[in-house]
């Protein structure tokens, strides 16, 4: 009655789209990191160089302190999100007059444009205009300055970051939390465990994996901010806040080192993955992997 | 148990609301001031409302041509990408395709790809190769509806895949019974079943292509620009016009906090790609 042909018709569509616009870039991407191919060089023709731009890569400093910082700021950023909305999520858990509205607007900053709050906050911090400079003078004597302090830049976009994304954080591990099961808390009460003692022993294992994937959406997230930043401090000063995604638009990009830029960008892929592969080695038991494998299946 | 005191708990929240609240009401702040009244002491207070920045903002014909472009990409790629979605999710649902779990899993994957990766191939591409006579993709608005498909089409069909798999699979047999071609299944009997969650894919999907920046200000230059690239323009070019710059960001929030209320439920889910059911 079904003919599985009718359904590759339906499904047609969607698998071109996704191939013309999806894996042919990936592909032509993981050729082209393997050339040498410079549109203004002497010969602008794509030539095979086998490794070399990798080997060019592992010692270029500026695209190493590039990652650097990168990893510092996904690292900052979702360390703070993870525990301000592991506090958020638990105030959540209890009965709060007017919780509707609370939650309609801690949702608000997930779907403003990345674009939108950097502007938000350039507007926040702009020296003259902005509170922040203002009142960090008035009240503590600091000046605040994101063209010239290299740490306040840094944090600035921190900050950023934890505004923007951890209503995220907030409300799956308040999903987490809702889903588990009363009769352990109250066995742990009966047992006379401290609050610590029921968050170290209860909570915390029975929600790891909502943590664990909340920390990975995060950190993909996190690892490839880029609008937000470019709006913010436009990768400045000097180069303290170019992180790696924007680093491969702005620098690498224009330059037209197509070979390079390729390689740049695959490089910064593999370790994207190489880096949550190990947070997952390293944070999951054996167990909980087969428990899990065998939740999904 | 334990004593709970919601009006404290309620007093943290105000507190939380206030500082989600505060960068966006500053910006609203700003964007209602003239040049003259925004430098100095900091008032949160808007005195007059000066509609000059937002007059200038939307009489600006280069502004008109990037707002009409951003409702014309966002709006077709939301139309395309839930019509195909929807096909696609009830082929993976109602017919036994060899594969469909791992083309499920695959469709996905594209999501979790870093963008700084597509964006040197596709300017490539578009520029280079997806190019007939003198036409190119590149610099169209074809060419943006088109892209953001790859990374709307995952979200949108495991959003659907869900509602779909929800329907009795009895109600289009019986249909089907009834002499009712595939076509007239998928129009009669799923689309009118599933009209809450095609809403609310539609709109995400809008919302998700309207907030787009990255490839908008990569694949195009003149004629398809959209308003967050205009946005980001005032920070490059012309970065001293704050005033405006507040108006034009407010414009480009307007959409997050029309939607906000429909659509808020979802967005978690949504963005953890259902890794996080609520």
């Known amino acids: ?297 | 148990m334990r004593r709970e005191r919601p009006w404290l708990t309620c007093l943290f929240w105000c507190v939380a609301s206030l500082v989600t609240l505060f960068p966006i009401y500053w910006m609203f702040v700003v964007s209602a001031k003239s040049r003259v009244e925004l430098f100095g002491r900091p008032t949160f207070i808007i005195r007059s409302f000066f509609s000059e920045n937002y007059t200038n903002t939307l009489t600006d014909p280069t502004f008109q041509g990037y707002m009409i472009n951003s409702i014309v990409v966002a709006t077709s790629n939301a139309l395309l990408v839930t019509t195909l979605a929807l096909l696609a999710t009830y082929a993976l649902s109602r017919f036994r395709l060899v594969g469909s779990d791992n083309i499920f899993f695959w469709t996905i994957t594209n999501r979790m790809a870093p963008p700084a990766v597509f964006l040197l191939p596709l300017f490539l591409l578009y520029t280079q190769s997806f190019a007939a006579g003198g036409w190119k993709l590149y610099d169209t608005r074809l060419g943006l509806i088109l892209l953001y498909c790859v990374f709307n089409l995952p979200f949108a069909i495991w959003m659907l895949k869900g509602i779909v798999d929800g329907i009795p699979k009895e109600l289009d047999e019986a249909a089907m019974v009834d002499g009712a071609s595939t076509w007239q299944v998928l129009l009669r009997v799923i689309v009118p079943l599933a009209r809450p969650g095609l809403a609310v894919t539609a709109i995400l999907t809008w919302v998700f292509a309207w907030n787009e920046y990255l490839f908008a200000a990569t694949l195009t230059s003149v004629h398809a620009r959209t308003i967050t690239t205009g946005l980001a323009e005032f920070v490059t070019v012309t970065g001293t016009n704050w005033g405006q710059m507040a108006a034009t960001a407010t414009i480009t929030l307007l959409p997050a906090l029309l939607f906000l209320g429909l659509v808020q439920r979802h967005i978690v889910a949504g963005l953890t790609f259902g890794a996080v059911k609520e």
């Open chain 1, 1 to 297: 009655m079904r003919s599985p042909i009718v359904g590759w018709l339906l499904l047609a569509p969607t698998l071109v789209v996704l191939f013309v616009f999806g894996v042919l870039p990936f592909l032509y991407v993981l050729v082209t990191g393997f050339t040498e191919w410079n549109a203004f060089a002497a010969d602008p023709t794509a030539r095979f160089a086998g490794v070399e731009n990798y080997r060019q890569l592992v010692f270029d400093g500026q695209f190493l302190r590039s990652l650097w910082n990168t990893l510092r700021f996904a690292f900052f950023a979702v360390a703070s999100e993870l525990v301000l909305g592991y506090l958020l999520a638990q105030l959540f858990m209890r009965n709060v007059p007017f919780k509707g509205f609370f939650r309609t607007i801690h949702t608000l900053p997930l779907m403003v444009a990345p674009v939108a709050v950097g502007a938000t906050w350039r507007l926040l911090t702009i020296p003259g205009l902005g509170p922040l400079p203002y009142y960090f003078d008035s009240w503590f004597g600091i000046d605040y300055r994101l063209g010239s302090f290299v740490d306040q830049a840094f944090f600035t976009t921190v900050v950023m970051d934890v505004w923007h994304w951890t209503p995220l954080v907030t409300l799956t591990l308040l999903a987490g939390l809702s889903a588990l099961p009363k009769e352990p808390f109250e066995q742990a009460q009966i047992d006379g465990a401290n609050r610590w003692q029921v968050f170290w022993h209860v909570t915390l294992p029975m929600l790891k994996p909502v943590i664990l994937t909340t920390v990975f959406i995060r950190m993909m997230d996190a690892l490839r901010t880029v609008d937000e930043v470019w709006m913010l401090t436009g990768g400045g000063p000097g180069s303290a806040t170019r992180y790696i995604g924007l680093y491969i638009w702005r620098v690498v990009f224009p330059k037209t080192d197509y070979g390079y830029g390729a390689a740049m960008s695959l490089l910064t892929l593999y370790l994207t993955i190489v880096l949550c592969w190990l947070l997952y080695a390293a944070l999951v038991a054996r167990r909980e992997v087969a428990r899990l494998k065998s939740g999904s299946a």
